[in-house]
T-cell receptor, first 115, second 110 residues
C-alpha cells in the first residue's frame, strides 16, 4: 500500500496563478483533511471531508477550495494564489472504529512558494 | 473550543539525559490525545496515543486530567530522537476534529 500520496512535491507560483494539489489514499478511509504547516504555527486545518461528495471548512479556509468526487481523492485548489499561501501543505486521512477516532495518516507534503 | 499548548519551541538535551516535552490542553469533554513526530524530511507519523497506554521508542505519555496535561517523556535521550514533536487533541462532532499544538523541536546533543 502506498498510503497517502500527494502531488506535486514542490511548486512555485506567481501571484494570481491557480493550481490544484492532489491527495490520494488507498486505505479506504472515510475522512480526509488538508492542513497547512507554517513556522511557529503548527498545523492548521484548511478543509476536510467526511466522505465522498462532502466537504467542509476548517479553521483557515479562505482562498482555498476542495473537492472529493471519489473516496480516495481529495483535491485542494488555489484559484488566485497569494504570497500568504506560501506554506507546506499536508493531506491526511483517518477512519472511525467503534467509538474511537484513530490516528491520522499523513502524506509527504507539498512545498508551495508564491512569489 | 479546544486548544493545545506546547510552551517550548525548542528543547535541547544531551544524549543520555531525560526528556520531557510539555503539552497542555483545553477541552470540555473527554479528550483523545496523541503525540505525532516528524523526523527530518519525513512525513508526520503517530508516535503514541493515550488510550493505548504503550511505550514507543522508549517514550511514554500519561494523561493527567486534573492538570489537563499530556507530557511526553523518555528517560534517556538518543540522537535519533531529534525531531519535531506535535501534541494533538481529537474530538468528535460529526468528524474527527484534530487540533495540533505548535510543535516542539527536540535537539539531542551528542
Amino acid at each position: 500500500n502506498a498510503g497517502v500520496t500527494q502531488t506535486p512535491k514542490f511548486r512555485v507560483l506567481k501571484t494570481g496563478q491557480s493550481m490544484t494539489l492532489l491527495c490520494a489514499q488507498d486505505m479506504n478511509h472515510e475522512y480526509m483533511y488538508w492542513y497547512r504547516q507554517d513556522p511557529g504555527m503548527g498545523l492548521r486545518l484548511i478543509h476536510y471531508s467526511v466522505g465522498e461528495g462532502t466537504t467542509a471548512k476548517g479553521e483557515v479556509p479562505d482562498g482555498y477550495n476542495v473537492s472529493r468526487l471519489k473516496k480516495q481523492n481529495f483535491l485542494l485548489g488555489l484559484e488566485s494564489a497569494a504570497p500568504s499561501q506560501t506554506s507546506v501543505y499536508f493531506c491526511a486521512s483517518s477512519y472511525l472504529s467503534g467509538s474511537y477516532y484513530n490516528e491520522q495518516f499523513f502524506g509527504p507534503g507539498t512545498r508551495l512558494t508564491v512569489l | 473550543a479546544q486548544r493545545v499548548t506546547q510552551p517550548e519551541k525548542l528543547l535541547s538535551v544531551f544524549k543520555g539525559a531525560p526528556v520531557e516535552l510539555k503539552c497542555n490542553y483545553s477541552y470540555s469533554g473527554s479528550p483523545e490525545l496523541f503525540w505525532y513526530v516528524q523526523y527530518s524530511r519525513q512525513r508526520l507519523q503517530l508516535l503514541l496515543r493515550h488510550i493505548s497506554r504503550e511505550s514507543i521508542k522508549g517514550f511514554t505519555a500519561d494523561l493527567n486530567k486534573g492538570e489537563t496535561s499530556f507530557h511526553l517523556k523518555k528517560p534517556f535521550a538518543q540522537e535519533e530522537d531529534s525531531a519535531m514533536y506535535y501534541c494533538a487533541l481529537s474530538s468528535s462532532g460529526g468528524y474527527q476534529k484534530v487540533t495540533f499544538g505548535t510543535g516542539t523541536k527536540l535537539q539531542v546533543i551528542p
